[in-house]
């Protein structure tokens, strides 16, 4: 932590803590339902201390919905969270001052200038004095903001706004961090550096939970779980995770016919399934399956073009497609899959 | 450390509403201008009303008759139609608002004690001023007609035997900007106070700052003082200094204690604030905020307060929603104050029912906000 005397006086709890390696985050069975839809179903995972949780999954698949029942804003419908030790569900209020939050709409005001942010979002955490002006310097410093800081905020580009938003929200030093989707609208080179930043923080003990739909971005993650229509589809490392496909080797084919490729390896008995990847299609060959260049073989002989291919590692995005594919949308899943189910029967009745 | 976050939200607030021009300018220059247009241009005092007369009589009464309207001060002699068809031109143009049609014979049937009868043609394109001419043309017309009637029985013109001796206190000029001052007061109260506090809470919900403090260890309780002491303070200058402003323009004669002025206007804007703050909880988008502040609280002050329209003349169903409208009893308190110089307990009853309606909609508000908080 870069300021330890500071945490030993916020709480007894976490001294006790430190001896017994507790888990910064502890969600057992969290359950939220929004009258018959179940947004998050049965969820369970630990985040330990300095450790980057990485949390994946569509739009609507329950993301928000966790972070916001971890952070107190919300109560479970069922299960509990310990978040720095408390459960949050009893005493919200409580968990408040050992968080940081920073959603994907960098919450600020933007008609006030940057510094007047920092005191205000430091204030509201009951900063004031030496601590606030040390506290106001750490954050303008690490933002890159020193200089601007009578700029308005709704003048500065998605990356500074960003990580003052990161600033304003660990002004107070919150052994946990929560971050909603916080690269969402940033250029790639200010999400290098934000990642960055996020690297330093988990390195001085704090506990990140992250929220993404970028999969690249997750490869930062010490741990990730995936989230898919309200339940936890998987949970590891990016190693772990990719273990998935054990024994199912992926070939990432390139061919100036891809969709007439695809359909092809689809019909193939070898090929598990079939996903496209940019210009390529990735083919995951059943366990049984004979080597790659007979595949290939087979393939460019039946769509008479010639084919190029290789035996490639799985991505997150591998993994993810697979977990998606594998989870059966159930009857309360989000809007994009309700619609798929009950579009065929709609047309049962207008075509008899 | 509760003191720490209240003055954190409050001071963002006022940096907020310095930043922000047009809300600035509602709550700092549209009360001037207010009471310089309801100062100066609204008059509901009705004067030089343009009469045309056709004398078809032309006798001493007749011009006695005439002159009585003229001498009034209330009517100004502008034209003498020679037939009805320039009596429609005159109205029609409108360089005449009455016509006195004073029939041949009036003089002689005056003077013998046999009853007659005048004409008297208004426009009535203007309710208003049409229903005050009537009475100052029903009031000049009845002593005239005494006096006649004197004549008549005894001989000698010594004057009516019985009159009005009208005293007007504490606006002897009956000027309508003393009265209007008080209204205007509590007018403004409820502008800066519900539609402005409402707009602001919805706004950091639409925008999301809301969810961001939230997440806070902040509580409602100083985020809503902060959020609010803001409005509060400029509120309450604004009604000092309407009441300044007006006592040297219009001399309107503060003849009662600030220190009971401050504290009623004080009273009053906790329960406006508290309004915008329940307000604030039912709507989610501006747009509704305001449209809600507006039907229920900027509205109801401005027609049903007594402010304009005199609750006496309403129909009886109005009278009864004027109960609920705090303003109602508000510029009771106002206009004892400011103009009859009274003190703060004789509006016991008033001030009563500002409490309650404080103390009602206080509740309902930290209810719903806590309901919503947490």
Known sequence: MSNPDDLSRTSADRTAGRELPAPAIDARHLSRRFGSFVAVDDVSFQVRPGEIFGFLGSNGAGKSTTIRMLCGLLRPSSGTAIVGGIDVGRDPERVKPRIGY???????????TVDQNIVFFGGIYGLSGARLAERRAFVLEMAGLRGREHALTGSLSGGWRQRLALGCAILHQPPIVFLDEPTGGVDP??????????????????AVLVTTHYLDEAEHCHRIAMIQAGKLAALGTVAELKGIFAGRPIVEVRSSKPVEAMRVLEAMPEVEKTSIFGTAVHAVLRPSAPDVDAVTRKLSSQIDDPVESALVEPSLEDVFLDLVMRTPAPGASPPNAAQGVSAPRGDRGDNP | MILTKTRAVAIKELRQILRDR???????????????VYGYALNFDVRHIRLGVQDNDRS??????????????????????????????????????AVLVIPARFGADARSGRPTMVQLIINGDNANSATTVIGYALGLVAAQSAKYELEARVGSGTGPLLTIEPRVWYNPELRSALFLVPGLIAYIAMLTA?????LSVVREKEVGTMEQVRMAPLGPVPYVLGKTLPYFVISLASATGIVLVAMVLFDLPMRGSWLGLIAAVSLFLVGALAFGLLISTIAETQQVAFQIALLTSYLPTLMLSGFIFPISSMPAFLQLVTYVVPARYFLVVLRGIVLKGASLTLFWRELGALSVFALVVLGLASLRLHRQWT
């Not at chain 1, 080179?189 to 704090?206: A, E, Q």
């Open chain 1, 102 to 112: 920073m959603s994907q709409r960098f919450s600020l005001y933007e008609r006030l």
């Open chain 2, 22 to 36: 047009r809300t600035l300018l509602i709550l700092l220059f549209v009360p001037a201008f207010f009471l310089l």
């Open chain 2, 60 to 97: 001493t009464s007749s011009r006695e008759l005439v002159s009585a309207f003229v001498n009034s001060g209330y009517f100004d002699f502008v034209a003498e139609p020679a037939n009805p068809a320039a009596i429609d031109a005159l109205i029609d143009r409108n360089d005449a608002r």
């Open chain 2, 194 to 198: 519900v539609v402005s506090t409402s």
């Open chain 1, 189 to 206: 080179l200010s999400r290098r550096r934000f990642w960055r930043l996020i690297d330093t923080l988990s390195r001085s003990g704090v």
